[in-house]
């Protein structure tokens, strides 16, 4: 059974920082391309940055560019999206994916 357990979220100030984290079972883990995914408030979904089964990085929102990283851990099984000098206008659920397979989403809210 494919999981994908998200842990990380909550509300930050802006200009702070926050890690969220995919914990991954049910699959290669190590041969899947992860994602991370955001969607504001009356907003389509995001796709925000992708890291492949290698290890290449891309990032496909402009706005996070310099800001967020994605990383992967092949040991362990886990995803984390490093998100620093957060703005309000990242307020967003955000969601871990592995092609068809979603996380729970975990709301990050940057407020003062």
């Known amino acids: 059974q494919v999981r994908l357990v998200e842990s990380g979220g909550g509300l930050v100030q802006p200009g702070g920082s926050l890690r969220r984290s995919c914990a991954a079972s049910g699959f290669t883990f190590s041969a899947t391309d992860m994602r991370w995914y955001r969607q504001a408030p009356g907003k389509a979904r995001e796709f925000v940055e992708r890291i492949t089964s290698s290890g290449e990085t891309t990032i496909f929102s402009d706005s996070v560019k310099g800001r967020f990283t994605i990383s992967k851990d092949n040991a362990k099984n886990t995803m984390a999206l490093q998100m620093n000098d957060l703005r309000s206008e990242d307020t967003a659920m955000y969601s871990c994916?592995?092609?068809?397979?979603w996380g729970q989403g975990t709301q990050v809210t940057v407020s003062s």
């Open positions: 994916n592995a092609g068809v397979f």
